[in-house]
């Protein structure tokens, strides 16, 4: 069974200070396992992953997001490419990053990339940029983390620069200057929806506003509620800056099954584990059976249960947080194919019409 397509991002510009409500999918591509539980190729996470973002525009999904890494675990290290072929089997459903790590990348590719994508897709594409709370891509590059917000700075402010189309001069510390350098392939109409990932720093939340970006709220841990003065401050800093209203969204970890005791069943022996895995380089506290039942309940960041649990937490924190996008980060690694096709389904056909009704 499908839903009506819902509204598209690209409806958001329409209605400035009066956003309609937006439903995304983010992956950062973990790898599948079989069903006897042994770890898939990598090529073949890749092609499952292609047929997740399929399924999610034939259930009335608006946004499916794949983010950057470059780990065994996670090996979706070109996004694009991954979403242009998505895009290449939709035509409704908005396709884009979640996240770019725009630090240890040259924004004039993330814009040829992004503005390629659009074409294929047909206006499709949109681009979540952030600093990279997984570092793995400095080292891989040559950067130094050393240039950590240097680096985004910079980058970003020239990745606003090319957005304004036309020929563009820039100068700046981390890469060549350009001189009245025209940058192809030119968008159709008008720049594509960008927003900036954050995680917790006031400064990005005003960064977002000084350029313009929309603002996505990654909360991945303890009380969603704790967020609540970043849209407000996201407001203010806008009307300081003299733009108008933008949108604000939430990511968020969680995992739909059709029982809440079958999605805990599911989902927390491969959250431990992939939390116990980068525990030592992302400084994250291992969790404990009861930190995680924490997580799951109402003033938790997960979102695992029923279609029914789900729903009520996402319009609850929406409200709270005075947000009008949700996107759910589905999967962990170690999860079946059938598993996560049964979430993107569950979500798209119940979840998503639930909270419609919810926030009526």
Same mark, same amino acid.
């Given at each position: 069974m499908t839903t009506a397509p819902s509204e598209s991002v690209g409806d958001l510009e329409d209605t400035p200070g009066q956003f309609p409500l937006v439903f995304g999918l983010d992956t950062f591509g973990?790898?599948?396992?079989?069903?006897?539980?042994?770890?898939? !190729? /990598?090529?073949?996470?890749?092609?499952?992953?292609?047929? #997740?973002?399929?399924l999610a525009d034939q259930v009335g999904v608006d946004f499916f997001g794949i983010g950057e890494?470059?780990?065994?675990?996670?090996?979706? !290290?070109?996004?694009?490419?991954?979403?242009?072929?998505?895009?290449?089997?939709?035509t409704r459903i908005r396709v884009g990053s979640a996240v770019t790590v725009l630090s240890s990348d040259d924004p004039v590719r993330v814009f040829q990339r992004y503005s390629t994508l659009n074409a294929i897709s047909g206006g499709r594409a949109e681009v979540i940029l952030g600093r990279g709370s997984s570092i793995d891509s400095f080292p891989l590059f040559g950067y130094d983390l050393n240039d950590y917000e240097e680096l985004f700075e910079e980058k970003t402010n020239l990745f606003a620069e090319l957005l304004k189309g036309g020929p563009v001069t820039w100068h700046g510390k981390t890469r060549p200057a350009l001189f009245n350098q025209d940058v192809v392939p030119h968008t159709e109409s008008g720049p594509f929806p960008v927003w900036i990932g954050v995680?917790?720093?006031?400064?990005?939340?005003?960064?977002?506003?000084?350029?313009?970006?929309?603002?996505?709220?990654?909360?991945?841990?303890?009380?969603?509620?704790?967020?609540?003065?970043?849209? #407000?401050?996201?407001?203010?800093?806008?009307?300081?800056?003299?733009?108008?209203?933008?949108?604000?969204?939430?990511?968020?970890?969680?995992?739909?099954?059709?029982t809440?005791?079958?999605?805990?069943?599911?989902?927390?022996?491969?959250?431990?584990?992939?939390?116990? /895995?980068?525990?030592?380089?992302?400084?994250?506290?291992?969790?404990? =059976?009861?930190?995680?039942?924490?997580?799951?309940g109402p003033r938790g960041a997960?979102?695992?249960? !029923?279609?029914?649990?789900?729903?009520? =937490?996402?319009? #609850? @924190?929406?409200?709270?947080?005075?947000? @009008?996008?949700?996107?759910?980060?589905?999967?962990?690694?170690?999860?079946?194919?059938?598993?996560?096709?049964? @979430?993107?389904?569950?979500?798209?056909? #119940?979840?998503?019409?639930?909270?419609?009704?919810?926030?009526?």
């Open positions: 973990d790898v599948t396992h079989d069903d006897d539980d042994r770890p898939l !190729s /990598h090529a073949q996470t890749i092609r499952d992953l292609v047929e #997740q973002g399929v890494h470059h780990t065994d675990d996670f090996p979706l !290290s070109a996004a694009d490419v991954v979403l242009a072929a998505i895009a290449a089997r939709t995680g917790g720093s006031p400064q990005s939340v005003v960064r977002a506003a000084r350029y313009g970006f929309s603002l996505m709220l990654a909360i991945i841990g303890g009380p969603p509620a704790r967020f609540a003065p970043f849209p #407000q401050l996201f407001r203010e800093a806008l009307e300081s800056f003299g733009r108008a209203p933008l949108p604000v969204g939430v990511h968020a970890p969680g995992h739909v099954a059709a809440d005791e079958q999605a805990r069943e599911e989902f927390w022996p491969r959250y431990l584990e992939v939390i116990r /895995h980068v525990s030592e380089t992302r400084g994250f506290a291992i969790p404990t =059976k009861d930190s995680f039942m924490q997580e799951i997960l979102y695992v249960g !029923s279609p029914e649990v789900v729903a009520q =937490k996402i319009a #609850q @924190n929406l409200t709270t947080l005075g947000a @009008n996008r949700f996107d759910l980060k589905y999967g962990m690694g170690g999860l079946s194919q059938q598993a996560l096709m049964t @979430n993107i389904e569950l979500y798209g056909t #119940q979840v998503i019409p639930r909270v419609r009704e919810l926030l009526a």
